[in-house]
């Protein structure tokens, strides 16, 4: 299955003004619609717990995976987790995304594949601005690949991801005003 092949669809019927977005449901619900359409014979379900897959919830970033499609055997499974931040909150939002990745190399390491992470952003402040050497903008910013140990940035910093692969974030035009990237896990 080609799962990011599907999605560069979804997303030109997007730029094109096909389809409308406007916050993270309205994507989740859409790209179900359009799965839906162009997989007959798989099941697409939203906000699916892991439990439906024999897996526990300990040690695992979330519990529900936002985005899933899966064969009825259960032997062919792959996740796409969504973000569309309209808030601020960058430093926040941004280890918020490093949370679904490594959620998504959680869900690879036990049998799913082809896993998809996707961010839409209408707000410069994620792709532009100052990143200092030592902080989380520098990965979404600053062209550092995004690697290893995150630290939460506000707040308690108690809390760390430990991400087992490298991405590279490369926002892509989508219009005018949207920006968006797709990291694959």
Same mark, same amino acid.
């Given at each position: 299955?080609? #799962? %990011?092949?599907?999605?560069?669809?979804? #997303?030109?019927?997007?730029?094109?003004?096909?389809?409308?977005?406007?916050?993270?449901?309205?994507?989740?619900?859409?790209?179900?619609?359009?799965?839906?359409?162009?997989? &007959?014979?798989?099941?697409?379900?939203?906000?699916?717990?892991?439990?439906?897959?024999?897996?526990?919830?300990?040690?695992?970033?979330?519990?529900?995976?936002?985005?899933?499609?899966?064969?009825?055997? $259960?032997?062919?499974?792959?996740?796409?987790? $969504?973000?569309?931040?309209?808030?601020?909150?960058?430093? @926040?939002?941004?280890?918020?995304?490093?949370?679904?990745?490594?959620?998504?190399?959680?869900?690879? =390491?036990?049998?799913?594949? =082809?896993?998809?992470? #996707?961010?839409?952003?209408?707000?410069?402040?994620?792709?532009?601005? %100052?990143? /200092? @050497?030592?902080?989380?903008?520098?990965?979404?910013?600053?062209?550092? =690949? $995004?690697?290893?140990?995150?630290?939460? &940035?506000?707040? %308690?910093?108690?809390? +760390?991801?430990?991400?087992?692969?490298?991405?590279?974030?490369?926002? =892509?035009?989508?219009? +005018?005003?949207? %920006?968006?990237? #797709? /990291? +694959?896990?």
């Amino acid at each position: 299955m080609f #799962i %990011k092949d599907l999605l560069s669809e979804f #997303i030109s019927k997007i730029s094109s003004g096909e389809l409308e977005i406007y916050n993270e449901a309205s994507i989740q619900y859409e790209l179900a619609i359009f799965l839906r359409q162009r997989l &007959p014979n798989y099941k697409v379900q939203l906000e699916r717990s892991i439990r439906y897959f024999g897996l526990k919830k300990q040690g695992f970033e979330k519990r529900e995976i936002d985005i899933v499609i899966y064969d009825t055997a $259960l032997q062919d499974k792959h996740a796409i987790e $969504l973000k569309y931040p309209t808030n601020g909150q960058y430093p @926040e939002q941004m280890f918020s995304f490093c949370k679904d990745i490594r959620f998504l190399e959680q869900l690879a =390491e036990n049998g799913f594949h =082809e896993n998809l992470f #996707i961010v839409f952003a209408d707000d410069a402040n994620f792709w532009t601005g %100052k990143s /200092a @050497e030592d902080s989380i903008y520098r990965f979404f910013r600053g062209g550092i =690949e $995004l690697q290893g140990t995150i630290t939460k &940035p506000t707040g %308690k910093k108690s809390h +760390e991801i430990e991400l087992r692969r490298n991405y590279t974030v490369k926002w =892509e035009n989508m219009n +005018e005003k949207l %920006k968006y990237w #797709i /990291a +694959e896990i």
